[in-house]
């Protein structure tokens, strides 16, 4: 019995622990073989220990986590706080032209790279939609090599939200030529929603830090719960090699327990209202994830103990019952026999 109870003591108490969907990976250097935890399309790892984005004329290759980032929890509406960290490298290799750049993005989950022949777009977008992506929404931090027709003068940092038309934009201090290697920190503040970019710049042959670069964004306006994160990149008519290096991620999100799938579609939600309905006529609405289902499991606990506790008192009384009707019973044919 004892058994029993500390089965169902464990069982309850870990209804009552918060499930987190947080995420932390660091890639130091990437494997030359293939990784599990790596998605490639078109881009590839190679025997430096790196990864190869886009490395030739017309050419768009994307690298990205292969399991599935939860951005915000539909049950609760909560944002998750996220950073990241890489550094890379975009060489023309001498070349005084070269296009057209690399992007971090975070897209739907499961979405590829659409269909394209304009490689301006990074991979990112249709071809009729650069500035209007319905088709293929995103959120991205483009790192622009190439003065299109919507882009700012110069190399640029820009934040893009379903268009390559950055919300916001800073020249960068780059250095394509020499290929010198940069670093990008980017984080997001679910309580002020900031997205904000930190890299780094060439300038007078020293490498500086260049801040200032942030938007305001609700993440949930534009992006589903659950996301892909990653890199593409692309050459168009001119070219450079885009090379990752290393790739740190962390994001931190806390949600009930009972939420931890994606959301089902409205149908499966009204049937699942329904059901939450008939449990309540019942009387078991047990809020898993906060202070009422805490007491609530508590004193089920409780009660199931005193039920045990009481069930094995009972028993014990009975079974002295039991001995003292079996002892009336010697007592009265020990009687009997000695009359007779």
Known sequence: MSANVSLLTIFFISLIIPFGTSLTFNYTSFSPSYDDN??????FPDGNRVIQLASRNGMVGRASYSKPVRLWDRATGNLTDFSTHFIFEIDSQNR????????????????????????????????????NSTT???????????????????????????????VSNLTWLSDIRDGQRSEAWISYNSSTQNLSVVFTGISDNSTVMQQGLHYNVDLRLYLPEFVTIGFSAATGNLTAIHTLYSWEFSSSLEVDGNSTDQAPPPSDRRRRRRRRSKNTKLGLGLGLGGGG????????VLVLFVGI?????GRDEEDNNEENALSGSVGINAVEKSES
Request: aromatic share 12%; charged share 20%.
């Open 38 to 43: 790596i998605s490639y399309e078109r881009a």
């Open 96 to 131: 005084t032209t070269y296009d057209d750049g690399l992007a971090f993005f975070l897209v739907p989950q499961g979405s590829r790279i659409p269909n394209v022949t304009n490689v301006g777009s990074f991979g990112l977008t249709n071809d009729d939609q650069p500035l």
């Open 136 to 166: 293929n929404p995103f959120v991205a931090v483009e790192f622009d090599i190439y003065q299109n027709s919507w882009d700012p003068p110069r190399e640029h940092v820009g934040i893009d939200i379903n268009s390559l038309r950055s």
């Open 293 to 300: 289902g805490f007491v609530l499991i508590c004193s089920l």
């Open 309 to 313: 506790c009481r069930g094995s008192k």
